[in-house]
């Protein structure tokens, strides 16, 4: 498949800034198969769309506050993006800079947020991989945890210039170990009361490189996904195999049930890429939000709904939808090959 196949026209303004409030208020978009005409509802409909039996399962990790805003000994700024701790405790990172700093390289915090601070100190190493650009970092503090609270932010995609004001809306209300870069933002549309009413089960992916790189090749099948860590308890495969249906909340949760599935191993790192043709083993239904063009997470809704996301994405261009990470979503059932 041709990458430019997965184009599509996204207006600067129909891109959220700020997420709705309250959560469930999101619009969702309900495409129920071939040959149905797509329904407008809002995700406080949710436990009323799904059906008895059916299981949700959510990607229940956190985002790490893991973009630092250091600088050199000798003043220039330099920012660092923490991607995944590694085996040894040091951290695969994003530089910018990367090419104006050496390894070796000692990096300081520009701001001082608290007034009892941590004191932390990133060491640049060299380059992770040849591949894509990233850098080995270590982090020098009595508490990493902490110092990491203190100097270092939650990473909001680039294509959110807007402030925010609680820094909890990227969080999900389930989230828990932090170890992501980026929020399983289908989730963020869920409240606590609408999960009461739901048979609802965890599952862990640490979103990581993989799934925001942009496709750069020219054809589809010639991207590759970075390895993202996943888990998946037993206990949930074995709910999911004896449910009605397997409803994903987010793209993230169907490469953790997916990839488990596969692999026949219940953890592990992955770089599952999800393109048609594709053997679906455990998801039925996916509720996600609405996606960069060209991008690997389109490619995933293609695979699971055929070329009709080009009518649902033109529907909700049409009818006033938000995209992308703070944007409204959809409810999707899984067309059959």
Known sequence: MDTADFDYDLPVDRIAQVPVEPRDSARLLVDRGKGATPEHH????????????????????RVLPARLL?????????????????ADGAWEALIRPSRKV?????LEPR??????????????????????????????????????????????????????????????????????????TAGLHLTPEILEGLDVAHVELAVGLGTFKPMTADQVEDHHMHEERYRVPAETLARCERANRVVAI?????????????????????????????????????????????SSLLVLVDAFVGPRWRDLYAEALETGYRFLSFGDAMLLTRTEA
Request: hydrophobic share 40%.
């Open 42 to 61: 809002t995700v406080a409909d949710l436990p009323t769309l799904l059906q008895p039996g059916d299981l949700v399962v959510v990607n229940t990790t």
């Open 70 to 86: 250091l600088q050199k000994p000798t003043g220039g700024a330099v920012e660092v993006f923490l991607l995944e701790r590694l």
């Open 102 to 106: 050496p390894p070796g390289t000692h």
């Open 111 to 184: 701001f001082r947020r608290t007034v009892e601070i941590v004191p932390l100190t990133v060491e640049v190493g060299p380059h992770a991989t040849a591949d894509n650009g990233t850098r080995m970092v270590r982090l020098h503090t009595d508490d990493e945890a902490k110092a990491l609270q203190q100097h270092g932010a939650v990473p909001l995609p680039p294509y959110i210039t807007a402030e925010l004001d609680d820094p909890e809306r990227y969080q999900t209300v389930f989230a828990d170990r932090p170890d992501s870069v980026a929020a399983p």
């Open 250 to 294: 987010g793209t993230t949760a169907v490469r953790a049930l997916e990839s488990a599935a596969r692999r026949g191993q219940l953890e592990g790192r992955t770089d599952l890429f999800i393109h048609r043709p594709f053997d679906w083993q455990v998801v039925d239904v996916l509720m996600t939000n609405f996606h960069l063009p060209r």
